[in-house]
């Protein structure tokens, strides 16, 4: 894995495709958690984070990368209603049955399924709620993103920060919802490579395979641009419900 620079986190936040604020109003009504205490798992550079500060009573950014908080901070702030923890899903390091509901999005992937579900019911309230968040890949786009490169190491990466489990085995024996709400984004270069190269899997330009990596989605750019922008459909996938856990 290559390591999270302050650089690579700065592109990460500035390039990677946003998320739906309408999404997250629905969310927040859905679970009922206007006034309520937030946990943002894997929260990153604040990228969802700060659709709910502001809108709820607290929010934990939870985020074991200390230049993704660092980024957050600089950009959210350092306010009474937010809470930047060096934690990660299976172990959060805040205080039990704390939280309304349970935020993540593009990270739930990366988490062990076992101990997060485990950490999971030490920190929700009775009755709390789960929103999962993705990228829906409307038109392919995402999919071809991460295979146009055939890297052994790259391939080796991307195996190595996925596990196999379904969504909905978050939630355990209850059914959660699924909503999509469409989205279309243009990129130039500068912005489809930043969104690349600041993905954790991707090399580090002294990795002796990063020239190959970078030639390999140049010439997808160049294959797909119109007037130097290309044009990406997606939809933002949101499941939540309120998880049901069976007693071990």
Known sequence: MSSMTFEKAMQYDKYRLP???????????????????????????????????????KV????PEEEMRRVACDII??????EYIDGVA??????????????????????????TIQEWKRIMKPGASLALFSYHDDTGFLRDTIHVCNIDHYKTRLSETRHNKPVSYFYGTTIPSRYLYEQEHEETWEEYWGAIVSGMESPNESEAWFPEFKEAHL???????RNGVIRVSYSMEVWIGKPEYREC
Do not use: W
């Open 19 to 57: 998320y739906s604020a309408e999404a997250c109003t629905f969310v927040l009504r859905e679970a009922n958690a206007n006034q309520g205490i937030i946990a943002d798992i894997g929260a990153g550079t604040g990228l969802l984070t700060r659709h709910f500060v502001g809108n709820v009573q």
């Open 60 to 63: 934990y950014a939870i985020e």
């Open 77 to 82: 702030g350092s306010r009474e209603d937010i």
């Open 90 to 115: 299976e172990d959060t390091k805040i205080p039990d049955q704390s939280v309304d509901l349970i935020v993540a999005a593009n990270a739930y992937h990366r988490f062990q399924p076992e101990s």
């Open 219 to 225: 010439r997808r750019f160049n294959g797909m641009e």
